[in-house]
Antibody, heavy 129, light 108 residues
Framework: EVQLVESGGGVVRPGGSLRLSCAAS????????MSWVRQAPGKGLEWVSG????????GYADSVKGRFTISRDNAKNSLYLQMNSLRAEDTALYHC??????????????????????WGKGTTVTVSS | DIQMTQSPSSLSASVGDRVTITCRAS??????LNWYQQKPGKAPKLLIY???SLQSGVPSRFSGSGSGTDFTLTISSLQPEDFATYYC??????????FGQGTKLEIK
């Protein structure tokens, strides 16, 4: 069974740090990019960060750039999110998601479409004094 | 960053209705648009990718269309299990994705 299981959430004071983990199983982990997506209580989805299959490319939302670091260990089938300088507005349920890609070719050029097809149930981060 | 705007923000409809949700991008994103469904307390579920490709296992009453800046998700005949919140997401900017604010579909 294809599965993603997040862990590492908890309650932390403003300015503190947490490291989230996402354990993947049931698929070849290094065939896929991965993302972290969060949802504050009662709010919509916010993409937080993403990483390509080998960790060579990463991206961040402006709201977390410079504070969060995404990484992966393909030997351990695991994705991580190091969160520093946490703020109250980082309080949310954090999901990891698998990113397959579909390639199409037009006029001799390949186009790659990415999407998130498998999601974990999430881990809760609460930033409060 | 590319901004994604969904309309309406909420919608009331009845079982059997045909429903359309719109998503507009702040710049052209070609067909790099995905749709997700989320039910309370659950993780999002992929419905449509690349604007119009139906994810495996998703009922055929769901369809997506559009290109450039304007996209639609259509549910041809609402079923009780379709009442949920729907989100669009652009993947045009690699590793700089953004979601729409969501459309809550409620029972009339």
């Amino acid at each position: 069974e294809v599965q993603l299981v997040e862990s590492g959430g908890g309650v932390v004071r403003p300015g503190g740090s947490l490291r989230l983990s996402c354990a993947a199983s049931g698929f070849t982990f290094d065939d896929y990019g991965m993302s972290w997506v969060r949802q504050a209580p009662g709010k919509g989805l916010e993409w937080v960060s993403g990483i390509n299959w080998n960790g060579g490319s990463t991206g961040y939302a402006d709201s977390v750039k410079g504070r969060f670091t995404i990484s992966r260990d393909n030997a351990k089938n695991s994705l991580y999110l190091q969160m520093n300088s946490l703020r109250a507005e980082d309080t949310a349920l954090y999901h990891c998601a698998r990113e397959p890609r579909v390639a199409t070719m037009a006029l001799g050029t390949y186009y790659y479409y990415y999407y998130m097809d498998v999601w974990g149930k999430g881990t809760t981060v609460t930033v409060s004094s | 960053d590319i901004q994604m705007t969904q309309s309406p923000s909420s919608l009331s409809a009845s079982v059997g209705d045909r429903v359309t949700i719109t998503c507009r991008a702040s710049q052209s994103i070609s067909s790099y648009l995905n749709w997700y469904q989320q039910k309370p307390g659950k993780a999002p579920k992929l419905l449509i990718y690349a604007a119009s490709s139906l994810q495996s296992g998703v009922p055929s009453r769901f369809s997506g269309s559009g290109s450039g800046t304007d996209f639609t998700l259509t549910i041809s005949s609402l079923q009780p299990e379709d009442f949920a919140t729907y989100y669009c997401q652009q993947s045009y900017s690699t590793l700089r994705y953004t979601f729409g604010q969501g459309t809550k579909l409620e029972i009339k």
